[in-house]
């Protein structure tokens, strides 16, 4: 079982991203109030539960927390801006959407810049360890992945519908024999077998 929260004085936001390491498609962030005595038995890390369970969690999730808030940064921001500095901002746009104004964010991993003067906590795997990071994670991947289905049939070579801009062995094939989409990011290098940032 997770712990609901970091600390018990302050209204604090649970804020995750996914996509940080895909070929195409934005990276996507949310964050998350949970209220009070919160308890859902099955919220973990977004990978550590099933495609069906995601979008199930996330019913509950929308419907009981607090607030909640879900961004982006496109493609083309990512390779403007790098893709650290974009999943920062994302978290930060799905910050400034709440309808609950934070007095503490939690943040999956060990960097973050910090947004207007909310401070915040770095947590390496914190998305495995607090409820409201877990549920920051389980938004931003349904919300991301619901985002390449609907581009899917646009460049359908890509195989989106299972890989969701991931780099998989066909996803890269396909590129290194067909070229990039306009959805894909120019500031990644398809190599073999991982992708690499300039």
Not at 16 to 45: H, M, Q, S, T, Y
Not at 148 to 156: D, G, H, N, W
Request: proline share 5%; net charge positive.
């Amino acid at each position: 079982m997770l712990q609901l929260q970091y600390q018990n004085h302050l209204i604090e936001a649970g804020c995750d991203e996914a996509g940080r390491g895909c070929l195409a498609g934005p990276v996507f962030a949310a964050a998350v109030i949970l209220p009070p005595k919160f308890k859902l038995k099955e919220l973990n890390d977004s990978k550590q539960v099933s495609e069906k369970l995601r979008y199930e969690l996330r019913a509950v999730i929308e419907k009981k927390a607090l607030a909640w808030a879900v961004a982006s940064v496109d493609h083309l921001e990512i390779d403007e801006i790098n893709i650290l500095n974009a999943s920062f901002l994302a978290m930060h746009r799905a910050v400034a959407k709440l309808a609950v104004e934070p007095q503490l964010l939690l943040i999956d991993g060990n960097r973050f810049n910090l947004y207007r003067d909310i401070p915040h906590q770095c947590i390496i795997g914190g998305d495995g360890k607090y409820l409201n990071i877990a549920a920051a994670s389980i938004l931003a991947k349904t919300y991301r992945d619901d985002y390449m289905l609907s581009i899917a049939a646009e460049y359908p070579g890509y195989d989106w519908k299972k890989n969701k801009g991931y780099p998989t062995k066909k996803h890269r094939e396909t590129i290194l024999e067909i070229g990039l989409s306009p959805y894909h990011r120019r500031s990644f290098r398809v190599t073999n077998p991982l992708p690499s940032i300039f």
